[in-house]
């Protein structure tokens, strides 16, 4: 959606889509906003971790669960059962499922496990953005919210899929948090190495990439690679890859910077925010 600022002052029931790298300020601004009881925020990674990866992640619970006697018995007696606690600002259990590429001793996915993983998850992310025009329609007619704000995850940019983006466009306005200086960009890469959200590469990505580590670091398998390290390693160049990508996406909407995010502290502010990027680019 495209707006002047007289246009977008006017708009009763503003529909904002958040875009950026993991850490930029997505989930801050989403919180903030929904706190103010008139925003509902839409968590890309709580609804694929809730709706389209639930049944998988407690698969791969239940798996690891029947390795061991005690509760072998216990799950197929029907005596316990296992569920899922995802909630908006701890996705661990969907990190869990995607996992980390590497030696399985150290805690990594083995690389056929793990391409599998990355197809569902990107399946499930789509469903997820597909799902926006029904939770906007859902949030005024049931919830009595006046304003939605989607909060997507990092790897929008990478689902290559016809229609998700233009449906968002069409239905929202996107506004994109943009990292425009070194401290900045360091300051993010180091934040998702120490703590890392789940993570979607391209199919074209990861196999150019996990073949430059193996030749860099001298090892024959994915399975050699420390998976911690090859996260360390990879992220920087993941970030770099997809700001081309974030970039065309921001064509349909609107810019601001990370700075100015960080500046925010009240719906007000972020209402301002979003003139200023209107009038900006206008």
């Not at 018995?73 to 606690?85: A, G, H, V």
Request: a negative charge; hydrophobic letters at 40%.
């Amino acid at each position: 959606m495209k707006f002047s600022v007289e246009q977008f002052r006017a708009w009763e029931h503003k529909k904002v889509t958040l875009l950026g790298m993991s850490g930029v300020g997505k989930s801050y601004l989403s919180s903030m906003l929904r706190e103010g009881s008139e925003w509902f925020h839409y968590s890309g990674d709580y609804r694929i971790g809730t709706r389209y990866l639930d049944e998988p992640i407690l698969d791969m619970i239940k798996q690891q669960a029947m390795q061991v006697p005690f509760l072998k018995e216990l799950l197929r007696n029907d005596w316990i059962y296992i569920r899922n606690n995802i909630k908006v600002h701890d996705l661990g259990p969907v990190l869990s499922y995607v996992g980390k590429l590497g030696n399985p001793e150290l805690g990594g996915v083995e690389l056929e496990d793990f391409i599998h993983r990355q197809a569902k998850y990107r399946e499930a992310e789509i469903a997820t953005m597909r799902d926006v025009p029904e939770f906007i329609d859902k949030a005024q007619k049931i919830y009595g919210y006046p304003h939605f704000v989607n909060d997507v995850g990092g790897s929008l940019c990478e689902l290559d899929e016809p229609g998700v983006v233009e449906t968002l466009a069409e239905q929202t306005l996107i506004l994109y948090i943009q990292v425009t200086n070194e401290a900045e960009e360091n300051k993010l890469i180091q934040r998702a190495v120490s703590a890392p959200k789940p993570l979607y590469y391209r199919p074209e990505f990861l196999t150019e990439h996990l073949a430059l580590y193996l030749v860099e670091n001298g090892l024959t398998y994915a399975a050699e690679m420390d998976p911690d390290d090859f996260a360390r390693w990879v992220f920087p160049r993941l970030f770099h890859s997809r700001l081309p990508r974030y970039e065309k996406i921001a064509e349909l909407g609107y810019t601001v910077t990370s700075e100015e995010v960080a500046q925010v502290k009240d719906e007000q502010d972020f209402l301002a925010l979003l003139e200023t990027a209107i009038a900006r680019q206008s």
